[in-house]
């Protein structure tokens, strides 16, 4: 089983930059492919970005390529999101989640995910 605690939301202004850190326990973190999802208000919950379990395979959505970076660090069980040019419509809850399957690469939808977070709330102003 794997838990996981995000951080780091927050308010920012447009063209800003935020940090999210997302916490995991348990031994198995480093097995796991990992993934950012967001959820705005009235809208569905998105895929935002993926890296696999070593870190070498990693996936992002268009709407963010260029501007995310996600990474992690194994030895510290913790997930990363690094958001740089943030835009209002950039704005909502973020998910960090864990998944215990087999794959190659990490997954872009959410029904691959086994374990979430409760998510850090982003607001950038215009």
């Known amino acids: 089983q794997v838990q996981l605690v995000e951080s780091g939301g927050g308010l920012v202004q447009a063209g800003g930059s935020l940090r999210l850190s997302c916490a995991a326990s348990?031994?198995?973190?480093?097995?796991?492919?990992m993934g950012w999802f967001r959820q705005a208000p009235g809208k569905e919950r998105e895929f935002v970005c993926g890296?696999?379990?070593?870190?070498?395979?990693?996936a992002y959505a268009d709407s963010v390529k260029g501007r995310f970076t996600i990474s992690r660090d194994n030895a510290k069980n913790t997930l990363y999101l690094q958001m740089n040019s943030l835009k209002p419509e950039d704005t909502a809850v973020y998910y960090c989640?864990?998944?215990?399957?087999?794959?190659?690469?990490?997954?872009?939808?959410?029904?691959?995910?086994?374990?979430w977070g409760k998510g850090t709330q982003v607001t950038v102003s215009s």
């Open positions: 989640a864990a998944d215990t399957g087999i794959r190659i690469r990490p997954g872009i939808r959410w029904g691959e995910y086994d374990y």
């Open positions: 348990g031994r198995t973190f480093s097995w796991c492919n």
């Open positions: 890296i696999n379990w070593s870190g070498g395979s990693t």
